[in-house]
Every structure is written in structure tokens, then in C-alpha cells.
């Protein structure tokens, strides 16, 4: 989940807003690699994890990707996105400045059909075929797949689509109706 906050260095290192700089804190949960920004980055700043150590960020589809980078920027994903090379511990953070260009910043579709869910922020177009797989299962009872299971568990913190009832009930679904799942689960989550 990120948390979004914009400001701006000024004289005497008090920070106050500006529309050109922003600061996104990037709360990390363990387990996603991709994380929405709060706007389309123009200029990468600076980027630090946990405060202290510097993160190399790079473009995504530019230079040498991950192999010299920590983290990507997609600025042309709706809404702009930072993949992570590797899962960030859960607890931690990272906080990326950068500048963006107040003008480009236009309200645009989403690049999926969503149907008649809402636009989840770092959701890719398989998410949203995971979620109408896993819905379809439970409306029709059938037997669900391990790799969606798996993908129900990164989603119990997306509150745009799950709320606490719906996640709970997916999860005792997926228990029931998937073998493999349901052994490699603790039984402390039954």
C-alpha cells in the first residue's frame, strides 16, 4: 500500500508543497514488487530506503533494467508505477523524490477492460482476469487453482476490491476447494 505525500525543499530545510516535486513513501507489505505512484515523474531525485540507504532507480524499457537497478519506473503505466527488483521486507519503506510536469499530468483509461471493477492501482491486466477466474469458481463451486490461491494472498490488504468479509470468505473457498493450498496453509488461518 503507498502513501502518497508531495513536498518540496525549501530555504532552512522546511518542506512545504509545490505542484513541480513530489515525495511518494512507499510502505512495504511483503509481499507486492509493484507499487503506484502519486503522479508521472519527469526527473528521478533522489531514493532512499528506510531513510538511509540509496536505492538506484531506473526506466523501465531504458538501459540495463534490473541488472544495474534497484527499482523501475513505468511512468506510461495507468497510474504510473515502481516495480522493486526483489520483494521488500514487509515493515519497511523507501522514499522516492522526483519532479513531474504539472501539465502532463491528464486523467487517462485504464490500459485493461475492468469490466465493472474499479481501477486498482498497480494492477496489471492479469489481476483482473485472477479476480473474474477466482469469482467465476466461487459462483459455480468448482475447484480453484493453486497459482490463484497464491495470488488471492497478495491481494488481502486491496480494500479497492476486497473488503474484510469478501477476502475472508475467497480464503475459506480457496482452502476447501483446493488440496494443495489448504495443506501448505497454517492451521493457526483456518
Known amino acids: 500500500m503507498a502513501s502518497l505525500n508531495n513536498y518540496n525543499f525549501a530555504y532552512g530545510g522546511i518542506l512545504t508543497p509545490t505542484p513541480t516535486f513530489a515525495i511518494d513513501r512507499i510502505l512495504f507489505d511483503g509481499v507486492k514488487r509493484v507499487y503506484p505512484l502519486g503522479r508521472k515523474p519527469t526527473t528521478i531525485m533522489s531514493a532512499y530506503l528506510d531513510g538511509g540507504t540509496t536505492l538506484n532507480i531506473g526506466w523501465k524499457g531504458k538501459g540495463l533494467g534490473f541488472a544495474i537497478n534497484d ?64 469469482e467465476a469458481a466461487v459462483r459455480n463451486n468448482t475447484s480453484v487453482e493453486f ?44
Open 71 to 134: 527499482a523501475l519506473i513505468d511512468p506510461d503505466s495507468v497510474p504510473p508505477t515502481i516495480e522493486f527488483a526483489s520483494v521488500p521486507p514487509q515493515g519497511k519503506y523507501a522514499d522516492i523524490s522526483y519532479q513531474y510536469d504539472p501539465g502532463a499530468q491528464v486523467a487517462v483509461t485504464p490500459k485493461v477492460a475492468v469490466d465493472d471493477l474499479p481501477l486498482v492501482p498497480g494492477w496489471e491486466e492479469w489481476d483482473y482476469q485472477n479476480y473474474r477466474d477466482f
Open 147 to 190: 497459482a490463484l490461491c497464491m495470488w488471492l494472498m497478495q491481494q488481502e490488504h486491496t480494500t479497492i476490491v476486497f473488503n474484510d468479509t469478501r477476502w475472508k470468505r475467497w480464503y475459506q473457498f480457496a482452502r476447501s476447494h483446493c488440496e494443495r493450498f489448504d495443506k501448505s496453509e497454517p492451521a493457526w488461518r483456518k
